[in-house]
């Protein structure tokens, strides 16, 4: 080996340490006997015991679990329409259409969180689960789309023309070959919406009303009151099982599918 191959190794085996070793520490010390953060006393399921009598926690978990599922579905459909229309189908004023779609990205998140809190106000709209909901799908649309324009514009268009050709009409084409051939961008989309939705902070604070609290606000709540406990490592750390298993299973679809 080179000393150049050495130095990109210990480099980036560096970068990885950065990256993933706070979550390992979080991750053992969830385990830990003590309420400490900064021993390891002996290992027990205690904070997680804590953590299943805690109902504000399970609440607030249901609330983002809810929010981020509708967000997703909603998402989905709507995103993965506007691409289609988009890459197939001969409209005008498409780049007009695909500027507006990239708005919610480019902008800075809290800019974009002033924006639908003085929209609600203005409107009249009280806020709550409702407003939390409209606000996570105005910008997961724009991911949702991205990444399925992105698989729609990848593949071979020969294929729906020969379904055309043998007798299928547009709706049953896009059913049984745009939709199924797309399908990998779907689940990414869907993955990536889902996790937009579900740990976000800032849009969510912006527009939740009393008495509505999702996982980030809970969590930013009570370390801001007591600092970081270790109940909250134990709920990091079911949120990472929830996070990899997903990525197993998005992994386990893809491989099948191609």
């Known amino acids: 080996m080179s000393l150049g191959d050495r130095v990109m190794a210990i480099y980036s085996a560096l970068v990885y340490a950065f990256l993933y070793l706070p979550i390992v520490v979080v991750i053992v ?57 988009m890459v197939r189908l001969d409209v005008g004023g498409k780049g007009t259409i695909a500027s507006r779609l990239y708005i919610p ?5 809290i800019a974009e969180a002033l924006s639908l809190l003085l929209f609600y106000k203005f409107s009249g709209y009280e806020l709550g689960w409702f407003t939390v909901l409209l606000g996570h799908i105005a910008f997961d649309v724009s991911f949702v789309y991205i990444v ?16 055309l050709t043998l007798g299928a009409n547009e709706i049953q084409t896009f059913l049984k070959v745009t939709l199924p051939l797309s399908m990998p961008g779907i689940i990414a989309a869907a993955l990536i919406a889902f996790t937009l939705s579900f ?3 800032i849009k969510t604070a912006f527009t939740t009303g009393p008495g509505f609290q999702t996982l980030p606000l809970i969590i930013w709540s009570q370390s801001a009151r007591g600092g970081v406990g270790p109940e909250l490592n134990a709920l990091t750390t079911v949120i990472m099982a929830i996070s990899m298993a997903l990525a197993y299973l998005y992994a386990r679809l893809t491989v099948e599918r191609s």
């Open 29 to 85: 010390f969830s385990f830990n006997e003590s309420r400490t953060l900064g021993k390891f006393t002996g290992f027990s399921l205690r904070w997680y015991e804590v953590l299943l009598e805690d109902r504000a926690i399970w609440v607030a978990f249901y609330n983002s679990l809810n929010i981020a599922v509708l967000t997703t579905l909603v998402s989905l459909v709507l995103g993965t329409l506007a691409a289609y229309g």
């Open 105 to 109: 990205i480019i902008i800075p998140e």
């Open 148 to 163: 399925v324009r992105a698989r729609l514009a990848g593949f071979d268009r020969s294929l729906e023309e020969a379904s």
């Open 199 to 201: 740990d976000d902070f």
